[in-house]
Nanobody, 115 residues
Framework: QVKLVESGGGLVQPGGSLRLSCAASGTGFSIYTMGWYRQAPGKQRELVATITSDGSTNCANSVKGRFTISRDNAKATVYLQMNSLKPEDTAVYYC?????????WGQGTQVTVSS
């Protein structure tokens, strides 16, 4: 069992930056593929970025060059650095831990990009 707690969301102007954090409790953090997903109002949840246990990353085309995912296994934390934010990045951002058939989700953190 893994519990995930996201933090770092908020209101930011277009072009601004935010850093999301997801702290995990429980055992075996380092073996999980960690990911960030987001869900905007009226839309399906979509993948933002993932990072595997060996540090390989993948991100959606819509955020490439602007968002960076990273992890600190010693702190059992995964991060999402978001730069050059756009209004269309507005969504609830969720942290995910995945291993084989196991999936755990955080409660989400709201990111609003608006002037």
């Amino acid at each position: 069992q893994v519990k995930l707690v996201e933090s770092g969301g908020g209101l930011v102007q277009p072009g601004g930056s935010l850093r999301l954090s997801c702290a995990a409790s429980g055992t075996g953090f380092s073996i999980y593929t960690m990911g960030w997903y987001r869900q905007a109002p009226g839309k399906q949840r979509e993948l933002v970025a993932t990072i595997t246990s060996d540090g390989s990353t993948n991100c959606a085309n819509s955020v490439k060059g602007r968002f960076t995912i990273s992890r600190d296994n010693a702190k059992a934390t995964v991060y999402l650095q978001m730069n050059s934010l756009k209004p269309e990045d507005t969504a609830v951002y969720y942290c995910n831990a995945h291993y084989v058939y196991l999936d755990f989700w955080g409660q989400g953190t709201q990111v609003t990009v608006s002037s």
